[in-house]
């Protein structure tokens, strides 16, 4: 009874049945193993890409972009967001240009960014930049704006500055929400750089994907999915651990 109220043993029953499902559609689908292998196939082949250095070497290349991207929409958008949550004229002003651009998909913009910066990191970093940038700033605006307004009320009684103000109010404030937001960007970005790898660059998981399909290796292209599936659950798990750690650091604070 204590190993199944373990934290793990429901996923681990998910998976376990994913796994007799695929391997039963894998045998009398009709498909062959070329088509649809296998978990035993993906898995063996997946053990000779990570011996290889390939797997590793791909999916080092998709985290170094993500990263980088992912940074500098952190580092702009954020910013960004507090200034059009305390400006409120401002905020009319640009709001429009940020929603017109919003809706847009990173994607359309592939053609434009291998124009500016041809083939490499720098279209992807791009790309990750804009499907990051865009949700945080709204993000941070909107938990900016939910602020109690009280808050305000007593600082500007005790003469605070804005530099009080923005560290003091603002950012404990604002940081819950903008947290989530993290938690949901990462996602998004982690989506779209796979997308830009299959067109814009030579390395990276987007690319074994699309390279193992050309040479007609379906159970590459399954290595490149489960892997960035784990990756994907990891960069979740992180941004929930980030999310507690920032519950008790504040709450600590407070007290």
């Known amino acids: 009874m204590n190993f199944i109220n373990r934290p793990f043993f429901p996923p681990l029953i998910a998976f376990s049945f994913i796994l007799c499902v695929w391997e039963l559609l894998a045998r009398y689908s009709g498909w062959s193993a070329q088509v649809f292998p296998g978990p035993l196939k993906v898995f063996v082949s997946m053990w000779e890409l990570i011996a290889d250095g390939t797997l590793i070497r791909h999916a080092v290349a998709s985290l170094y972009r993500v990263t980088a991207g992912f940074y500098l929409a952190m580092?702009?958008?954020?910013?960004?967001?507090?200034?059009?949550?305390?400006?409120?004229?401002?905020?009319?002003?640009?709001?429009?240009?940020?929603?017109?651009?919003?809706?847009?998909?990173?994607?359309?913009?592939?053609?434009?960014?291998?124009?500016?910066?041809?083939?490499?990191?720098?279209?992807?970093?791009?790309?990750?930049?804009?499907?990051?940038?865009?949700?945080?700033?709204?993000?941070?605006?909107?938990?900016?704006?939910?602020?109690?307004?009280?808050?305000?009320?007593?600082?500007?009684?005790?003469?605070?500055?804005?530099?009080?103000?923005?560290?003091?109010?603002?950012?404990?404030?604002?940081?819950?929400?903008?947290?989530?937001?993290?938690?949901?960007?990462?996602?998004?970005?982690?989506?779209?750089?796979?997308?830009a790898e299959m067109i814009a660059v030579k390395s990276g998981l987007g690319y074994l994907i699309l390279d193992s399909r050309n040479a007609l290796r379906m159970d590459y292209v399954m290595d490149g999915m489960i892997v960035i599936g784990v990756i994907g659950l990891l960069l979740d798990h992180c941004m929930m651990r980030l999310s507690k750690i920032e519950s008790v650091f504040w709450g600590s604070v407070s007290r």
């Open 75 to 195: 580092i702009f958008g954020i910013p960004l967001g507090i200034i059009l949550g305390r400006l409120r004229t401002l905020q009319r002003v640009l709001n429009p240009v940020i929603q017109f651009l919003r809706p847009i998909s990173p994607l359309a913009w592939i053609p434009l960014a291998m124009l500016w910066f041809g083939i490499g990191d720098r279209p992807a970093v791009f790309l990750i930049f804009l499907a990051s940038f865009f949700p945080l700033v709204v993000s941070t605006t909107v938990a900016v704006q939910s602020v109690n307004p009280v808050y305000f009320h007593v600082a500007a009684n005790f003469n605070f500055t804005r530099y009080e103000v923005v560290t003091k109010i603002v950012i404990p404030g604002m940081l819950p929400a903008v947290i989530t937001a993290l938690r949901i960007t990462i996602t998004i970005a982690w989506l779209v750089v796979v997308a």
